[in-house]
């Protein structure tokens, strides 16, 4: 299994699904920034535009 399925299998999380509503960032996109290094919720941000518009509802969705 790729890391990055492995990860959204772990999180229960569909690859499809746009975490950030702002944005329309997949949650395939976080899990494969995770993969990628980054350590917190600022790194995966900073590697996929989250949290750059509203700011609010995608916190949580990104941390699970």
Same mark, same amino acid.
Request: one cysteine or more; a positive charge; glycine letters at 8%.
């Given at each position: 299994?790729?890391? /990055?399925?492995? &990860? &959204?299998? *772990? ?5 499809? /699904?746009? +975490?950030?509503v702002c944005t329309l960032t997949p949650a395939s996109e976080i899990a494969a920034? +995770?993969? #990628?290094? =980054? #350590?917190? &919720?600022?790194?995966? @941000? @900073?590697?996929?535009?989250? *949290? ?6 995608? /916190? =949580?969705? =990104?941390? *699970?």
């Amino acid at each position: 299994k790729h890391p /990055v399925d492995a &990860l &959204l299998a *772990r999180a229960g999380i569909d690859a499809n /699904v746009s +975490v950030c509503v702002c944005t329309l960032t997949p949650a395939s996109e976080i899990a494969a920034a +995770v993969v #990628k290094g =980054a #350590k917190n &919720l600022d790194d995966v @941000a @900073a590697m996929t535009g989250i *949290r750059s518009g509203c700011g609010i509802y995608c /916190v =949580a969705p =990104a941390l *699970r």
